[in-house]
Structure formats: structure tokens, C-alpha cells
């Protein structure tokens, strides 16, 4: 039992230290670049989890999100920030037990050295991996003086904590030779000998009092930290989202002008359903690590090698200038979504022909893939016979007639028609042209090889609030969105109650490569119902009904919404 208490003691020295720990870390990383560590121990690990494992934590935080009823297109990385701290502040909680657990049994002195080499056992691990694999803006010698003075800082107050709770005797035991701590030690030189028992309340008050003034303490260092760098990762966010605005104003006056290919399609989207043209802002985001990989377009290059006559080194104007552009209307979805997942959207994609960009390289006769590599340590391979086989293949570098944006994989990504996201890599820094085919970053970690998109068709909105009224008739307008990759969509079907399957009627879509929006009014019948949709390939094949998760091929079975109207 007592060992037990001593556990939870150190224990929360651990998480009240750690916890103002991670507050100075984020004010100092939002105000001049330092590192923050809890995103960096955690961009360094999850690489090297088990794939098993991995997707046991995606499934279950999706599920999650879907079951709260979140977003999880604006919330799935939030979440992983919010696991990255979690997982931080644990180890700290961890730490200070067995600090004090280890402390308490060799009677360890609460002195300075004390604090510095509890602090060097904790910190110079997280330390280096910070520094080999972190992305701060400030020179790597700064970030190291200002993470070693921190933990350091750490380890102090942890030694002055288990000063004052560690080393306290009980009052029906005088304490022995070698057990005083800071308190005990300075009234037993300063004061004159006290009975036992007023020498155990002396110890009382003084324990009261320091637990005040450390929670006081750590609870102002924690409130400034937090609200330094909420305030300033605030600005940014606002002076981003200022300029995005901007930009977003130009484009609008530029789309405004712009005649969709279906513009004249009498199919009206029903109120509610997701917009046929995804704004960037609003585009769906999915990257290996906590914050999008940033890169420096001036002195970036693209050099493609291995099994070519003509090795290029490219730049992000080779690629504008001296090939020809080409442009599609693209629908992209990430393989880990569920049935209904909102990680999935429509833009125009701008880029240059694989084709072109190989011919341009020569390639030798043998040669079967390419191997991609990226800037945020993900890589993919692309076998040669599928790029010769369809020109809309592109290393794309625009998105909405625009620079490709910073998040979505500045400076260069690729595109493959009717593939999920985790074959489109992002922030590509190398090409190699070889006969090796090697696995790709999440086929190693057991998704499938070739991802292909599984047709999936979405109820979007019941509008009870827009019903159309017919003479005396009233019907519910119920929409969505189809999507097969580039294999087209024949038909959608609506059944509301398990009954008969009734047709939608289809808007033409944007193009072969994107979603169908659909169109279904259900007369009306008051109560609480429920909608299910399916959908079929343009050359007949069905939806899959069964219902099988994400995980290794993509999510199956058919979308139901239930409404009460």
C-alpha cells in the first residue's frame, strides 16, 4: 500500500512538471521555431510501430470520430496531436514514478546533482531524437542548449519535489542517519531539537506550504506557456487564413468565369449536398506527420536517375515551361475513410504528363517502376507499364489553376486515375527509374499494393427542410455523391425502409475521374425512416453490399442515413 502511494506521488510530480514542460516547449516553438518535442518523439515513432499496429490506432481513432460525430476530415489530425501530447505527458507520468520509486528506496539526497542527472535520464533521449528527426526553424546548437536547460530545469524541480514528500518520517519514527531532505536538514541545523511530534507537524506545514507554491507555480508557467502560444499560433492561423482568403477571392473571380463542363446539366444539387467543386480550403488532408512537410520551392529539384540515358535535374519552372501542361478535374479519396467519409474531394489538377517527363529521361530498356521518394520520408513505387498505358498520369504542381499548396504537397506530386490517396505521394523529392519493385510506405505496413478505389455511393442530406411541393403531393429531396475512380457511374438506386429501390436521377459529372452527384425526391411520409443508396459502374457492376473495413483494400457496403420528417 505504501509503495502504492509513492507511485501516485511521483506520478503526479511527473504529469504537473511534464504538463508545464509542454507548455514552455509550445510557446517556445510557436514564437521562434524551437522544437516541440511531444511531435516530434511522435513523428519518429509511428514510423516504426508495426503496421498491424498502426492501422489498429487509425481504425479505431476514425471509428471514434465518426461515433462523436466529428468531421474527420478537419479533426483526424487534430487528433493525432492530441494523442502525440497524451503519449508525451504518459512518459513524464511514468518518469516520475520510477524516479521517485528509485529515489525513495536508496534514500537519495534531494540535492542539485540529483535534479541535473534526473533530468539528463530523462531528457537526453527525447533530446536526440528531437534533433535527428525533429524540424525546427532555429539552428540545431540553439534547440539543443534550449532543450537541455529545460529538462535539466525538470529535473530540479523534481528533486526539490521529492525533497519535500520523499524523505518524510512518520511521527512515530525519529528520522534515521542519512534520511533528511531539504526541510529537515535546514531546521535540524537552524533550530533547536523539537519533540517528535512537533517536528512531524513542522514537516506537515512545510510540505503544505511547498505543495502550494509548486502547484501555483507549475499552474502559471503551464497558463503563460499555453496562452503565448495559442496567441501567437493564433495570429498565424489568422494571417494564413488571411491570405488563403485573398487568394481564395482571386479564384472565385477566376471560377466565377469559368464554365464547368456540366454548367447547362438541368440535375440542380438538393441543399445540402457537399459542393461538386471542393474549395482548396476545404480539400480533404492526410500526411504521415503531425504537421505538413514544408519545403523551399527556390532551391528545390527534382532529379530523376537509375535506369535512364538522359538523367534530369529539374526545377519547379523546367517543369511549367518546358513541357506541355495538362489538366484534369480529379476526385481523390483516402483509402483508411470508412463507408460515408468525408476524406474525400473534387479539385482541378495541373501538371505534366509522365509520359513526357520519362521520354524526356530516355529510359533504358528493363526498366519496370519508378520509386518516388518524398520529403516527409514517404516513398511509393510505380510500375512503368501502368504510366505507358495512360497519359492522364501527371507529377502535378497546381491545383485549381494555383501554386499546389504547401499541405497538399508543395512543390510536386503525382496523380494516378482510379488509385486511392496512398498512391498519389506528396512533397516529391526524387525519382528513381529501375527493375526493382519495391513496397511502398503503407504496403509495408500491410495495406493492399495496388489500392484501387472501391465504388462507393453517400447520402449527403435528406432535406426535410426543403421539401418540394407538388399540387398536393410532397416530396423529400434526398442527396449525394457517387464515385467508381475513373470506371464512371451508371446508375444510383434509393431504398428508404428496405423497401423497393427506386432510381436517382444523375448530374453529369465534372468529368470520367470524378464523383456523380445524385438526385432522389421520396414522397413524402411522415416519421422517422431510413435511406440506403447504392450504385453501380458504368459498365454494370454493382457496389459491393458487404460490409468490410478499410483495412487492406478499402471500405465496403452500402451508406444509410437515418431522418425523422
Known amino acids: 500500500m505504501k509503495k502504492l502511494k509513492d507511485i501516485l506521488i511521483g506520478a503526479l510530480i511527473g504529469a504537473v512538471l511534464t504538463i508545464a514542460l509542454m507548455a514552455v516547449m509550445y510557446a517556445g516553438n510557436q514564437l521562434v521555431g524551437l522544437p516541440f518535442v511531444p511531435f516530434d518523439l511522435f513523428n519518429w515513432m509511428t514510423p516504426m510501430l508495426p503496421g498491424p499496429l498502426i492501422t489498429f490506432g487509425i481504425d479505431q481513432m476514425l471509428g471514434l470520430l465518426t461515433w462523436l460525430g466529428f468531421d474527420v476530415a478537419t479533426t483526424a489530425k487534430l487528433a493525432e496531436q492530441s494523442m502525440a501530447i497524451m503519449i508525451f505527458l504518459a512518459g513524464g507520468v511514468l518518469a516520475g514514478a520510477v524516479f521517485y520509486l528509485i529515489l525513495k528506496a536508496r534514500q537519495v539526497r534531494a540535492e542539485w546533482m540529483t535534479g541535473l542527472t534526473i533530468g539528463a535520464l530523462y531528457g537526453l533521449p527525447q533530446i536526440a531524437i528531437s534533433l535527428g528527426f525533429g524540424k525546427s526553424d532555429v539552428h540545431p546548437v540553439l534547440a539543443a542548449i534550449w532543450l537541455l536547460v529545460l529538462f535539466a530545469l525538470w529535473g530540479l524541480a523534481f528533486s526539490q519535489a521529492y525533497g519535500h514528500y520523499g524523505l518524510m518520517a512518520p511521527a512515530s519514527a525519529p528520522l534515521p542517519a542519512g534520511q533528511v531532505g531539504t526541510a529537515a536538514m535546514a531546521s535540524s541545523v537552524s533550530a533547536p531539537a523539537m519533540p517528535e511530534d512537533s517536528q512531524w507537524q513542522a514537516q506537515k506545514l512545510d510540505r503544505r506550504r511547498f505543495t502550494i507554491a509548486f502547484g501555483a507555480s507549475a499552474a502559471v508557467i503551464t497558463v ?163 504510366i505507358n498505358s495512360d497519359k492522364r498520369i501527371m ?138 443508396v447504392r450504385t453501380a459502374e458504368k459498365d454494370g457492376t454493382a457496389q459491393i453490399e458487404e460490409v468490410h473495413p478499410a483495412h487492406p483494400t478499402g471500405s465496403t457496403g452500402y451508406h444509410q442515413k437515418k431522418a425523422t420528417v
Not at 463542363?261 to 440535375?267: F, L, Y
Not at 516529391?428 to 489500392?451: F, M
Request: glycine share 8%; net charge negative.
Open 395 to 532: 507529377f502535378c504542381y497546381a491545383w485549381d489553376g494555383n501554386t499546389l499548396p504547401v499541405d497538399h504537397g508543395f512543390p510536386l506530386r503525382i496523380w494516378i486515375p482510379d488509385r486511392f490517396g496512398m498512391k498519389q505521394p506528396k512533397w516529391i523529392t526524387s525519382i528513381e527509374v529501375t527493375d526493382q519493385d519495391k513496397k511502398g510506405y503503407w504496403v509495408e505496413r500491410g495495406w493492399d499494393k495496388t489500392a484501387q478505389v472501391k465504388t462507393t455511393s453517400v447520402i449527403d442530406t435528406v432535406a426535410v427542410d426543403d421539401i418540394v411541393h407538388d399540387g398536393d403531393a410532397q416530396r423529400v429531396p434526398l442527396g449525394g455523391i457517387a464515385w467508381a475512380g475513373d470506371r464512371g457511374i451508371s446508375k444510383v438506386e434509393v431504398s428508404v425502409d428496405g423497401g423497393s429501390w427506386e432510381p436517382a436521377q444523375l448530374r453529369a459529372p465534372l468529368s470520367e475521374t470524378t464523383w456523380v452527384i445524385w438526385r432522389y425526391e421520396w414522397p413524402f411520409q411522415a416519421g422517422e425512416h431510413t435511406f440506403t
Open 224 to 386: 503563460a506557456g499555453v496562452g503565448i502560444g495559442t496567441y501567437l499560433a493564433r495570429r498565424e492561423a489568422e494571417a494564413t487564413t488571411e491570405a488563403m482568403e485573398q487568394t481564395t477571392a482571386h479564384q472565385v473571380d477566376e471560377t466565377a468565369h469559368m464554365i464547368f463542363p456540366n454548367a447547362n446539366d438541368p440535375i440542380v444539387p438538393v441543399p445540402g449536398t457537399r459542393p461538386e467543386y471542393t474549395p482548396i480550403k476545404d480539400h480533404y488532408k492526410v500526411f504521415l506527420e503531425l504537421e505538413p512537410t514544408v519545403i523551399d520551392g527556390s532551391t528545390w529539384n527534382l532529379p530523376i536517375t537509375g535506369m535512364v540515358d538522359n538523367p534530369l535535374m529539374l526545377t519547379i519552372d523546367d517543369l511549367r515551361n518546358n513541357y506541355p501542361a495538362q489538366s484534369q478535374y480529379v476526385t481523390l479519396s483516402c483509402i483508411s475513410g470508412m463507408v460515408g467519409t468525408t476524406l474525400i474531394s473534387t479539385t482541378q489538377w495541373t501538371g505534366v504528363s509522365a509520359q513526357e517527363l520519362l521520354a524526356a529521361a530516355k529510359i533504358k530498356p528493363g526498366a519496370q517502376f519508378l520509386n518516388i521518394s518524398c520529403g516527409d520520408g514517404y516513398y511509393e513505387t510505380v510500375p512503368l507499364d501502368l
